[in-house]
């Protein structure tokens, strides 16, 4: 006769272990989609390595006070570069390199100008807004492709944290849904949707062509 105890108390320690891992993948993925969680990590490298300051010409904000950042839809910007202070600091802590974060910084500065249209209801500038949102999209797409070979990292982590509050993410409807998007458009004119010179052009043309030709077979 087939004892089940033994067969229960053989299985119950590999059992346990899965269940343990479904978790921490499930909490992991959670935490990856947290705004707390992501700026937490951003102000841990900020206080790890607090003597960096000028990031390519650009001096950081200190982290706001969530509650009052949270307030209006535009939240503060104290360094008044036309970037949220905690995204400033995120965009410094967790960009990869100069090309990087100078291409976060064109999204987040062209998606807080498409904020501040929807808080003031401007439906006569929403196609330039949205023309110069999609070139600041193809920018980073391209950028964060090559050093990443995930063309929507940063952009999934910044339309997240950007969007953070219900007003904010409230915009999204505002978006013309006859909008025209060229999110596809990466390519050897990288350099045309970006708003500043990149460094080591070549390589990173020639790295996305490579890219796209192995994610193409797929």
């Given at each position: 006769?087939?004892?089940?105890?033994?067969?229960?108390?053989?299985?119950?320690?590999?059992?346990?272990?899965?269940?343990?891992?479904?978790?921490?993948?499930i909490t992991l993925n959670l935490l990856?989609?947290?705004?707390?969680?992501?700026?937490?990590?951003?102000?841990?490298?900020?206080?790890?390595?607090?003597?960096?300051?000028?990031?390519?010409?650009?001096?950081?904000?200190?982290f706001p006070d969530k509650m009052i950042?949270?307030?209006?839809?535009?939240?503060?910007?104290?360094?008044?570069?036309?970037?949220?202070?905690?995204?400033?600091?995120?965009?410094?802590?967790?960009?990869?390199?100069?090309?990087?974060?100078?291409?976060?910084?064109?999204?987040?500065?062209?998606?807080?100008?498409?904020?501040?249209?929807?808080?003031?209801?401007?439906?006569?500038?929403?196609?330039a807004v949205n023309l110069k949102l999609?070139?600041?999209?193809?920018?980073?797409?391209?950028?964060?492709?090559?050093?990443?070979?995930?063309?929507?990292?940063?952009?999934?982590?910044?339309?997240?944290?950007?969007?953070?509050?219900?007003?904010?993410?409230?915009?999204?409807?505002?978006?013309?849904?006859?909008?025209?998007?060229?999110?596809?458009?990466?390519?050897?004119?990288?350099?045309?949707?970006?708003?500043?010179?990149?460094?080591?052009?070549?390589?990173?043309?020639?790295?996305?062509?490579?890219?796209?030709?192995?994610?193409?077979?797929?």
């Amino acid at each position: 006769m087939v004892n089940i105890k033994k067969i229960i108390f053989s299985i119950a320690p590999i059992l346990f272990t899965g269940v343990v891992l479904i978790c921490i993948f499930i909490t992991l993925n959670l935490l990856e989609k947290s705004y707390d969680f992501q700026m937490w990590h951003a102000k841990k490298i900020q206080s790890d390595f607090p003597e960096y300051v000028d990031f390519f010409g650009e001096l950081e904000p200190q982290f706001p006070d969530k509650m009052i950042n949270s307030k209006t839809i535009l939240g503060i910007d104290v360094n008044a570069n036309g970037i949220r202070d905690d995204i400033d600091v995120w965009i410094n802590r967790i960009a990869t390199d100069e090309n990087e974060t100078k291409a976060m910084r064109q999204y987040s500065l062209a998606k807080q100008e498409w904020l501040n249209v929807c808080e003031k209801k401007e439906p006569k500038v929403i196609n330039a807004v949205n023309l110069k949102l999609e070139n600041a999209v193809t920018c980073l797409m391209a950028l964060s492709g090559y050093q990443r070979k995930d063309s929507n990292f940063t952009i999934n982590k910044l339309e997240l944290l950007i969007l953070n509050t219900k007003e904010r993410l409230s915009c999204v409807d505002f978006y013309p849904k006859n909008a025209t998007s060229n999110l596809n458009s990466i390519g050897t004119d990288t350099n045309f949707y970006c708003e500043f010179e990149i460094q080591n052009i070549r390589n990173v043309v020639s790295g996305n062509i490579l890219w796209q030709k192995s994610t193409s077979k797929r």
